[in-house]
């Protein structure tokens, strides 16, 4: 024990920093993974995020609070991220946290919601949108947790809502087949029991999940089990490295479905890799850097100049998603401060205090949203894009907009 | 006097039970028991920060000495510890939720789940050791992190399950400040039950195997039950880890207990150093501190403008990340004996002053 005492005492000199802050800031946490397992798209979220809090900081803050803010790389590691949680909490008096993926902000759901500090995070699990335990399915209510977009059920349903109907364009006969393929892990598992009712509600034939390891290698077995089950539509659970793996796997070996990947596995980046694909369809929450005569874009190319000078730097809509985050969090300061003060509890009425909103600035780049007390599902519109590559010729192109209803049996799940 | 030195100049110890004190002498047990009282004022203290590394540490120190107990005790080797870690967590959270145990005594209720389920993936570890050792318990951990995700019944799946807050006497300890001590009453425990357990018969007949499993057999020493004994006590302990670590977030996720954790876990005790209680004690801390020293380093540097730029910091964070693996490679060649082995040497060396022989 005397060793403890010592190392503690080292620790207390060896760590002190000072932690001196103006009265009248105030600090935001964001906990980003750009060297973890996810931070090859991590990184782009992140960019986001960060240029947009220093964008916000160098333009009058908070209705002309000072914010302040700390990115801390935690590298997917839960011990870090709630360590860096407490440490913002004790010392920076954080009031709310740009967080990032499922291990960070469901480990730090009861510290949150104890705390009152907002956690707008990039986790899209349908347990998250459930802030009463309303749905007797959710394991545990999140009050205090918010996210930007359609929540990962949502998207997939969005998306099987869109096949069946393209499966009718077709002219297709008898049941389409519908295949989860995912790693057996809790971020592609978070919408196959969800997905796969919605799809069998819907018509599908609904076939036993393919297991696809998260870690890309040959997956040509895989692609073999979905050519026997005859899958029309293929769900991508997985991320970016993984999917190109199965996509060029399947190519190979003749298989050809229309593939329906997750909201990280769809963007300009995944098709340049995958080089040879049609009937890839995603769904996208936001506008495309790309995109033109968009209001909003204005202000996403300002901020982007946060790291990228010239202005010329290529973004994904992961990047713009992260923008949208702090943006719709800026906007409920702004509130808090109008009605009783930037606190934790304020910020949370502020995300309730209107409907249908979009951030200031963010016209056409954000998609409208609602939170309320009892439901947590901000938006339930989706777009969905469909992506077509051949040798470095990349074209994407919308679909459709799909309009999901608020069903009481879908709020948690 | 020589009830108040460290160790008294040369060695008196005439009888067995002497020789196999948990403390040498009135002097360290003292200091250990301030020394606890020290740490138990932690909170008075130091800010939220501290008290949360503490229960890190608390938590990891308690799975890490199982750990040790079968790879630097017993000479077995796993790479499956975080699995079992995992088990616990789930195990206290089923056991609190279904049968309204409280979560004190479900806490160690886990532990002997755990130590079942250690003791079933322990059984080929009563034939074969060394590298295919290695790989029965990596099977381990891949079977008990798909197990995780799939049996809705006891983890809730993906979802995960939901775990109550620790409840004494009807206060419910929901705030750092009260777990810390929930933390400091596990960890000493356990750490006296595991310095109790060391000096034992069985304590012994685990070194024995480790040191040469051929003589330990001829001298009587049951092989097979001993191996399989350090297995489940060295999941008991994980299994205890776990559940607390569970309470602690109030959520258990299958996605924290991956192989790096059990990766981890392995450089807890080769950085404290194998075959040491204590040594698991250090090993945790160091590498429990090591990631938020680099932190604090690296935003200390933002006090500089050329260190602002995403450039920078995204860089820094690569360094940050590359020299947990750095420390365990130095480790390796300068300390191989590890943190424990090092603290002998500075007591030695104190205990000698000024004559170094």
Redesign the interface.
């Known amino acids: 024990?005397?060793?403890?005492?010592a190392?503690?005492a080292m620790?207390?000199t060896?760590?002190s920093?000072g932690a001196a802050k103006a009265e009248d800031s105030v600090f935001v946490g964001h906990l980003m993974d750009?060297?973890g397992a996810t931070g090859f798209i991590g990184?782009f979220y992140a960019?986001g995020v960060?240029d947009a809090l220093s964008y916000i900081n160098e333009n009058g803050g908070i209705s002309g609070t000072p914010l302040e803010f700390?990115?801390?790389?935690y590298?997917y590691?839960?011990?870090?991220a709630?360590?860096?949680y407490?440490?913002w909490?004790?010392?920076n008096n954080m009031i709310a946290m740009q967080g990032w993926g499922?291990?960070d902000t469901?480990?730090l759901?009861?510290?949150v919601a104890?705390d009152e500090v907002p956690v707008f995070s990039a986790s899209y699990s349908g347990?998250l949108t459930d802030p009463t335990g309303k749905n007797p399915?959710t394991?545990?209510p999140a009050p205090y947790n918010f996210f930007y977009g359609a929540s990962y059920s949502d998207a997939c349903r969005a998306m099987v809502q869109w096949a069946a109907k393209d499966w009718k364009d077709k002219g297709g006969e008898g049941k389409p087949v519908f295949s989860h393929i995912g790693d057996?892990?809790?971020?592609p598992?978070?919408p196959?029991e969800a997905c796969a009712e919605y799809a069998n509600e819907l018509g599908f034939e609904v076939t036993s999940p393919v297991v696809v390891s998260m870690k890309p290698g040959d997956f040509k077995a895989q692609c073999l089990t979905l050519k026997e089950a005859g899958t029309d539509y293929g769900y991508l659970g997985n991320l970016g490295p993984s999917v190109v793996s199965l996509v060029k796997s399947c190519g190979t070996v003749g298989v050809d479905p229309t593939w329906l990947a997750n909201i990280w596995a769809g963007d300009y980046e995944t098709l340049k890799t995958i080089g040879d694909v049609d009937n890839y369809v995603f769904p996208v929450m936001t506008s495309f850097w790309t995109d033109e005569g968009v209001p909003g874009m204005d202000l996403v190319r300002k901020i982007s100049m946060e790291?990228d000078k010239s202005g010329k730097e290529f973004r994904t809509h992961h990047y713009i998603r992260g923008i949208c985050s702090v943006y719709y969090m800026k906007e409920a300061m702004e509130w808090a401060k109008e009605n009783g003060g930037i606190t934790g509890a304020n910020i949370k009425k502020g995300m309730y205090a209107r409907t249908d909103w979009v951030p200031k600035g963010l016209e056409g780049v954000c998609m409208p949203a609602t939170w309320t007390a009892e439901d947590h599902r901000g938006i339930n519109t989706v777009n969905i894009y469909s992506g077509e590559a051949h040798g470095g010729d990349i074209k994407v192109t919308k679909l459709e907009t799909v309009t999901l209803p608020r069903r009481d049996d879908w709020l948690g799940y | 006097m020589a009830g108040f030195s460290m160790r008294p100049c040369g060695d008196f110890r005439t009888t067995y039970r002497q020789d196999t004190r948990i403390f040498d002498t009135t002097f360290v047990r003292n200091a250990a028991i301030l020394g606890i009282v020290a740490v138990g004022l932690i909170p008075f203290v130091l800010d939220g920060y501290y008290v949360n590394l503490f229960i890190q540490i608390s938590y990891f120190a308690i799975a890490a000495l199982g750990l040790n107990i079968l790879v630097g005790f017993t000479g077995q080797i796993s790479l499956g510890h975080a699995a079992f870690f995992g088990f616990g967590a789930f195990a206290s959270a089923w056991i609190n939720n279904h049968t309204g145990i409280p979560v004190l005594l479900s806490i160690p209720l886990a532990g002997l789940v755990t130590a079942a389920v250690g003791l079933l993936f322990g059984l080929p570890a009563a034939r074969i050791k060394g590298l295919y050792l290695a790989i029965a318990t990596l099977a381990a951990q891949f079977i008990l992190e798909d197990f995780f995700a799939r049996a809705d019944w006891f983890t809730g799946g993906s979802y995960g399950a939901a775990a109550n807050p620790v409840n004494v006497f009807g206060y419910e300890v929901t705030d750092d400040f009260s777990f810390f001590y929930v933390c400091l009453f596990f960890l000493v425990i356990m750490y006296v039950l595991g310095s109790n357990l060391i000096r034992s018969r069985d304590g012994r007949a685990f070194v024995a195997v480790r040191d040469h499993y051929l003589s330990a057999e001829i001298m009587g020493i049951n092989l097979t039950k001993y191996r399989l004994l350090s297995f489940g006590v060295s999941s008991f302990y994980a299994g205890v880890g776990g559940a607390i670590y569970g309470h602690y977030l109030g959520y258990v996720s299958a996605e924290g207990f991956t192989i790096l954790l059990s990766i981890q876990f392995l450089g807890m005790i080769i950085i404290g150093g194998l075959g040491s209680v204590k040594g698991a004690l250090m090993g945790t801390v160091f590498m429990v501190l090591l990631p938020e020293v680099m932190e604090t380093g690296v935003s200390a540097l933002s006090v500089f403008d050329w260190a602002n730029s995403t450039a920078v910091t995204d860089g820094l964070a690569y360094i940050k990340e590359m020299a947990i693996g750095l420390a365990i490679i130095l480790f390796l060649i300068f300390e191989p004996d590890g943190l424990a082995h090092r603290w002998q040497q500075i007591r030695a060396y104190w205990k000698l002053y000024p004559f170094s022989y």
């Open positions: 024990m005397k060793k403890l005492i190392a503690t620790i207390a060896g760590l920093v750009i060297t990184k960019d960060r700390e990115s801390v790389d590298a590691k839960v011990p870090q709630i360590a860096n407490k440490k909490r004790s010392r499922t291990g469901e480990a759901i009861s510290f104890k347990h399915k394991a545990k057996n892990h809790p971020y598992n978070a196959k790291s």
